[in-house]
C-alpha cells in the first residue's frame, strides 16, 4: 500500500528563496490556466454550437510553453516539472467539479497555501537529506525512509516548510483476534468497550482566548504593515500549534488501536449533520472526528486489523448492553444508562461501546 510521509525542512535563506520562485512559478501557471480554461467554458456556453474541446493537461503545457515562456523568463529559474504539476492538479481539480464532488477552482494568491510539486531525479542521500531537481540538496530534522521517491510537494506553513511524498510499503499481519468497541464523544475523545477512556486534546479550547486576543491586536495594526505581518504570522503560528497538538493526539490513538486489536469497530458518524447543531459545532471540530476514521482507516490497513464500520442509525446508545433492551428516547444530558428492564446502570459511553463491539463478534 501507499503511504505518505511529511516531516519538516532545515532550510537556509538562500533555499528559502530557491522555494519562493517555486511557489511563484507553480501558482502562475495554476492562475493562468484557470483563467484560460473559464474562457473556453464561457465560450462553449455562449456558443453552444461552435464548442472548444476543454483541454487536457497536456495541452494546457503546450500552449504554456508556446505562450507564457517566451514572455516570463523567469520560469527557466525553476524545475520544469513544477509548471507541468500545476496544471495536472488543475485538470484534477476541473475533473472534480464536473463530477459535482467539488467546487470551482479558485484562483490562488501569494502567501496563502504557498506549495509546489516537483518531480524527477530525487534521491535521498543519507538519513536526512534527499536531492530534488533545480534546487539541490535539502535537509531534514528527522530520518527519511530510504526510498527515492518520483515526486514530492514542497508546502509553507508559518514560515515552516515541508516535504511530503508516498512510498510503497508491505502490509502487516496483525496476530491479534481481540475486538474492541470505540464510542466517540465531546466530552471525551473515545470510549472502549475495554473501559478505557482517552480524553481529547482540545486544543482550540485551551487556546481560544490567546488566538482571540492576537486576532483582536491583529485587527487594530494598518493593514500591509510590517507589524500587521507580524501579528498575521503570530495568528498562523498558534493555528499550526492548535492543529498539531489535535493531529498528535489522534496519531497516538489510532495507532494503539490499530496495532494492539484485530478488529476494531466505530459508527458511521454524520459529522457534516453534527456540525449544524451550532451549540455543538466547535467542541466537534476540536476533536476531530473525520481525522480520526481517516487516520484508523488506513492504520487499519497498514497493521494488517480490521475496520468494521457500523451504520450510523445503529441505537448503540439506547440499547442495553446487559439484557439488549431498546430504550424509546435518551436525551444527550443522560450520561449515565439506566435499564428500565433489568435494572442496569451503566456509563452511557461504555455502554454504546461495548454493544459496538458485539457487532463484529
Not at 486489536?261 to 459545532?281: C, F, P, Q, R, S
Request: glycine share 6%; aromatic share 8%; net charge positive.
Amino acid at each position: 500500500m501507499l503511504l505518505g510521509f511529511k516531516t519538516e525542512l532545515k532550510l537556509n535563506n538562500l533555499q528559502r528563496t530557491h522555494l519562493l520562485q517555486h511557489c511563484g512559478v507553480s501558482r502562475h501557471a495554476w492562475n493562468w490556466g484557470l483563467a484560460l480554461t473559464k474562457q473556453i467554458l464561457d465560450h462553449n456556453q455562449i456558443n453552444p454550437t461552435e464548442k472548444i474541446k476543454f483541454p487536457s493537461a497536456i495541452n494546457l503545457h503546450k500552449w504554456l510553453v508556446a505562450l507564457v515562456k517566451p514572455e516570463c523568463p523567469w520560469y527557466y529559474n525553476s524545475a520544469k516539472s513544477t509548471p507541468q504539476e500545476a496544471l495536472r492538479s488543475l485538470r484534477t481539480a476541473w475533473d472534480r467539479c464536473f463530477k459535482k464532488t467539488s467546487g470551482v477552482p479558485n484562483f490562488k494568491k501569494r502567501g496563502l497555501s504557498d506549495r509546489f510539486a516537483i518531480e524527477g531525479a530525487i534521491k535521498v542521500i543519507g538519513s536526512n537529506k534527499i536531492q530534488v531537481p533545480k534546487i539541490g540538496i535539502l535537509k531534514t530534522y528527522e530520518r527519511l525512509p530510504q526510498v527515492n521517491p518520483k515526486s514530492v510537494s514542497i508546502s509553507r506553513q508559518a514560515k515552516k516548510w515541508f516535504i511530503s511524498f508516498r512510498f510503497d510499503v508491505e502490509e502487516k499481519q496483525s496476530p491479534n483476534t481481540s475486538i474492541v468497541g470505540v464510542d466517540l464523544g465531546v466530552k471525551v475523545l473515545a470510549t472502549l468497550s475495554s473501559g478505557e477512556v482517552f480524553i481529547g486534546a482540545k486544543s482550540y479550547k485551551r487556546f481560544e482566548a490567546k488566538l482571540s486576543r492576537m486576532q483582536w491586536v491583529h485587527r487594530h495594526k494598518v493593514k500591509g504593515s510590517a507589524n500587521w505581518k507580524k501579528a498575521q504570522l503570530n495568528i498562523a503560528r498558534l493555528h499550526a500549534k492548535i492543529a498539531n497538538i489535535r493531529s498528535c493526539t489522534l496519531h497516538k490513538l489510532t495507532t494503539l488501536l490499530a496495532k494492539n486489536h484485530g478488529t476494531v469497530v466505530i459508527e458511521d458518524l454524520n459529522v457534516l449533520g453534527m456540525m449544524a447543531n451550532h451549540k455543538l459545532a466547535k467542541a466537534i471540530a476540536d476533536m476531530g472526528f473525520f481525522e480520526f476514521r481517516r487516520q484508523l482507516t488506513y492504520k487499519c490497513q497498514l497493521y494488517g486489523s480490521k475496520l468494521v464500520v457500523v451504520d450510523r442509525w445503529f441505537p448503540s446508545s439506547k440499547t442495553c448492553s446487559n439484557c439488549s433492551t431498546k430504550k424509546e428516547t435518551l436525551s444527550l444530558s443522560e450520561r449515565v444508562f439506566e435499564c428500565g428492564h433489568c435494572g442496569f446502570v451503566i456509563d452511557r459511553d461504555l455502554n454504546a461501546a461495548v454493544n459496538l463491539s458485539r457487532v463484529a463478534s
